[in-house]
């Protein structure tokens, strides 16, 4: 890390052109959607949040939030879990990278078609039922439970976990190839079993990657469109499903709705992200003080 | 701190080891494979493993479809765009937050990072009406645009990562030896950043032939990508076809990488004679 004289002009003109790109789109986008999200003819004397109460009193609001919450924190914990789970026996027992190289195939293709292998495989009539009735555990397609386009988005979450385990092993591969490991021989000298070595070596190096890549997961879980759409049900819907549709529409009239939907979803993804940076930085503290 | 590079004894337990191993066979390799065969089969009863015929006819059904060969190459043309505007705009930023500490870095950051966080749907439904006004919407420019959105900031990270892990210590020398800016990044940065580079490519293409909801925004139905042909065949075509049609999916980013891996081949001597200093 170079510090050259704060007045150096170099670094502004390094990160200015992305810097504008951001700003122009993602800042300008979003303060946007705010302000649309508002009810500015206060001249008939209706409330500011208007569109905001009629969102709360829209029929399937409330299951569509619960259910995109569920979607996106089961999908987000398990595929960390998961993934980092295979990293550590990646690195102490499959070193070989051709093993590595295969379980990243998933995040070659588009989330919409791992969406369509879901269907082949999970779907009633899919690959696994049809194995189920080899070994004559059901009879018919009927009694295989019904896990794509299911009101719970349990064939949404089993997508998710096979498209972002290979993320979780991308990001925390690296952590650890990074890792000191004779602080593990130190665990073990003092009779420490391997949960204590992951909790007292690993865990401390994992955390902020995990936190990072969990905020990432989650934000991209909760909004995204493309797998609720196509693997979800029409009632409860997925809320970025819902925007979507009343956005996309032919009559405007409910854009406002699809805001204000947008702006509590923004608002929900940065708590959790501000959530989890807390949990961090809390720790940060506590080893800086000496724990 | 100093980190020993040894990797802890392993203990012998062949059976968790081939757990992990069949792991992976199962849960990512067996879709592919079961995706494949329902793409050459002729009629699968369920509830049989394997396909009882095995045909092109499906493969030959969906080359019939007109809208295919457009597709792909549209498709081609947005991500090979949005691809080299990651590298114009990422590669400098990676190196402002790698290389400098200056004032107002921070906030920099939390700029870069608000595109993970933020809903890109949110974003791409908020400039719409700004997009309509400059006359972007319906077309190809206006859809590259919008995927730069959600690509940028993993670019940014790979390249930010890329030049803390080199250091500035190359450019200084090269520096002193009297190289003009143009020289070093020519010569030093572009051979020691091919594999970022190959990544940040890879993953813009990979994230920009996976979007739908965007294009269609933008796009406005104009701009027919292959998610924009896809997303109708998936309720309504049969199975073999949109078998077909996801391996499709599966060779493009394939066909790109050999594509971009042959183009600076051709472009630039290897990074070969650099390694050895």
Same mark, same amino acid.
Request: positive net charge; contains cysteine; hydrophobic residues 50%.
């Given at each position: 890390?170079?510090?050259?004289?704060?007045?150096?002009?170099?670094?502004?003109?390094?990160? !200015?052109?992305?810097?504008?790109?951001?700003?122009?789109?993602?800042?300008?986008?979003?303060?946007?959607?705010?302000?649309?999200?508002?009810?500015?003819?206060?001249?008939?004397?209706?409330?500011?949040?208007?569109?905001?109460?009629?969102?709360?009193?829209?029929?399937?609001?409330?299951?569509?939030?619960?259910?995109?919450?569920?979607?996106?924190?089961?999908?987000? $914990?398990?595929?960390?879990?998961?993934?980092?789970?295979?990293?550590?026996?990646?690195?102490?027992?499959?070193?070989?990278?051709?093993?590595?190289?295969?379980?990243?195939?998933?995040? $070659?293709?588009?989330?919409?078609?791992?969406?369509?292998?879901?269907?082949? $495989?999970?779907?009633?009539?899919?690959?696994?039922?049809?194995?189920?009735?080899?070994?004559?555990?059901?009879?018919?397609?009927?009694?295989?439970?019904?896990?794509?386009?299911?009101?719970?988005? !349990?064939?949404?979450?089993?997508?998710?976990?096979?498209?972002?385990?290979?993320?979780?092993?991308?990001?925390?591969?690296?952590?650890?190839?990074?890792?000191?490991?004779?602080?593990?021989?130190?665990?073990?000298?003092?009779?420490?079993?391997?949960?204590?070595?992951?909790?007292?070596?690993?865990?401390?190096?994992?955390?902020?990657? !995990?936190?990072?890549?969990?905020?990432?997961?989650?934000?991209?879980?909760?909004?995204?469109?493309?797998?609720?759409?196509?693997?979800?049900?029409?009632?409860?819907?997925?809320?970025?499903?819902?925007?979507?549709?009343?956005?996309?529409?032919?009559?405007?009239?409910?854009?406002?709705?699809?805001?204000?939907?947008?702006?509590?979803?923004?608002?929900?993804?940065?708590?959790?992200?501000?959530? !989890?940076?807390?949990?961090?930085?809390?720790?940060?503290?506590?080893?800086?003080?000496?724990? | 701190?100093?980190?020993?590079?040894?990797?802890?004894?392993?203990?012998?337990?062949?059976?968790?080891?081939?757990?992990?191993?069949?792991?992976?066979?199962?849960?990512?390799?067996?879709?592919?494979?079961?995706?494949?065969?329902?793409?050459?089969?002729?009629?699968?009863?369920?509830?049989? @493993?394997?396909?009882?015929?095995?045909?092109?006819?499906?493969?030959?059904?969906?080359?019939?479809?007109?809208?295919?060969?457009?597709?792909?190459?549209?498709?081609?043309?947005?991500?090979?765009?949005?691809?080299?505007?990651?590298?114009?705009?990422?590669?400098?930023?990676?190196?402002?937050?790698?290389?400098?500490?200056?004032?107002?870095?921070?906030?920099?950051?939390?700029?870069?990072? @608000?595109?993970?966080?933020?809903?890109?749907?949110?974003?791409?439904?908020?400039?719409?009406?700004?997009?309509?006004?400059?006359?972007?919407?319906?077309?190809?420019?206006?859809?590259?645009?919008?995927?730069?959105?959600?690509?940028?900031?993993?670019?940014?990270?790979?390249?930010?990562?890329?030049?803390?892990?080199?250091?500035?210590?190359?450019?200084?020398?090269?520096?002193?030896?009297?190289?003009?800016?143009?020289?070093?990044?020519?010569?030093?940065?572009?051979?020691?950043?091919?594999?970022?580079?190959?990544?940040?490519?890879?993953?813009?293409?990979?994230?920009?032939?996976?979007?739908?909801? @965007?294009?269609?925004?933008?796009?406005?139905?104009?701009?027919?990508?292959?998610?924009?042909?896809?997303?109708?065949?998936?309720?309504?075509?049969?199975?073999?076809?949109?078998?077909?049609?996801?391996?499709?999916?599966?060779?493009?980013?394939?066909?790109?990488?050999?594509?971009?891996?042959?183009?600076?081949?051709?472009?630039?001597?290897?990074?070969?004679?650099?390694?050895?200093?």
């Amino acid at each position: 890390m170079r510090s050259l004289g704060l007045n150096n002009h170099k670094p502004y003109l390094l990160v !200015l052109p992305a810097l504008i790109f951001f700003s122009l789109f993602v800042l300008y986008g979003i303060g946007t959607v705010f302000a649309e999200s508002l009810n500015l003819s206060l001249n008939t004397g209706s409330s500011i949040v208007k569109y905001y109460i009629e969102l709360a009193e829209k029929p399937g609001f409330w299951s569509g939030l619960i259910l995109s919450l569920q979607v996106s924190a089961a999908a987000t $914990l398990l595929s960390t879990i998961i993934g980092v789970y295979l990293a550590r026996q990646f690195y102490r027992r499959v070193p070989d990278s051709i093993w590595h190289a295969l379980a990243w195939l998933p995040m $070659l293709i588009p989330h919409f078609a791992a969406g369509y292998l879901a269907v082949l $495989l999970l779907s009633q009539s899919g690959w696994f039922s049809g194995l189920l009735a080899q070994v004559t555990l059901i009879q018919e397609t009927s009694r295989f439970p019904v896990l794509v386009n299911d009101k719970n988005g !349990l064939g949404i979450i089993v997508t998710y976990l096979w498209k972002e385990i290979p993320f979780v092993l991308l990001m925390s591969m690296p952590v650890y190839r990074r890792m000191d490991w004779r602080y593990e021989d130190v665990v073990r000298t003092l009779g420490g079993g391997q949960w204590q070595v992951f909790k007292t070596v690993e865990w401390p190096a994992l955390l902020p990657v !995990l936190v990072e890549t969990g905020i990432i997961l989650f934000a991209f879980i909760f909004s995204a469109f493309e797998l609720p759409y196509l693997l979800g049900v029409t009632y409860p819907k997925m809320i970025s499903v819902m925007a979507y549709q009343w956005f996309y529409e032919g009559s405007w009239s409910n854009r406002p709705l699809a805001m204000a939907l947008m702006t509590v979803s923004t608002v929900m993804v940065l708590i959790v992200a501000v959530v !989890l940076l807390g949990l961090i930085q809390g720790k940060r503290y506590r080893m800086m003080r000496g724990r | 701190m100093f980190v020993s590079p040894a990797r802890p004894e392993q203990q012998e337990k062949p059976i968790l080891t081939n757990g992990i191993k069949i792991f992976v066979l199962l849960f990512f390799c067996l879709p592919f494979a079961i995706l494949l065969l329902q793409s050459f089969s002729a009629g699968w009863q369920w509830p049989r @493993l394997l396909p009882g015929t095995f045909s092109w006819r499906a493969w030959q059904s969906l080359s019939r479809e007109p809208r295919m060969i457009p597709a792909i190459s549209i498709t081609l043309l947005i991500g090979l765009a949005v691809s080299l505007i990651n590298l114009i705009l990422g590669i400098p930023a990676g190196k402002g937050l790698a290389h400098y500490r200056f004032r107002g870095k921070s906030l920099v950051e939390a700029v870069f990072l @608000l595109p993970l966080l933020i809903p890109t749907l949110a974003v791409v439904m908020g400039i719409h009406i700004f997009m309509i006004r400059v006359g972007l919407t319906n077309t190809v420019w206006g859809v590259i645009l919008v995927h730069v959105i959600p690509t940028l900031p993993y670019t940014i990270r790979i390249f930010r990562h890329a030049f803390e892990n080199l250091g500035s210590k190359w450019e200084e020398q090269a520096a002193t030896l009297g190289a003009s800016q143009l020289t070093i990044y020519r010569t030093v940065w572009l051979p020691l950043l091919i594999p970022s580079i190959h990544s940040a490519l890879m993953l813009s293409f990979v994230i920009s032939l996976s979007q739908y909801a @965007l294009t269609a925004i933008i796009g406005g139905g104009n701009v027919v990508t292959l998610a924009m042909v896809y997303f109708p065949y998936f309720q309504s075509s049969n199975r073999s076809v949109l078998a077909c049609f996801t391996v499709i999916f599966a060779l493009l980013p394939l066909s790109f990488y050999l594509l971009m891996y042959s183009l600076y081949k051709l472009f630039i001597r290897g990074p070969g004679h650099y390694r050895g200093c």
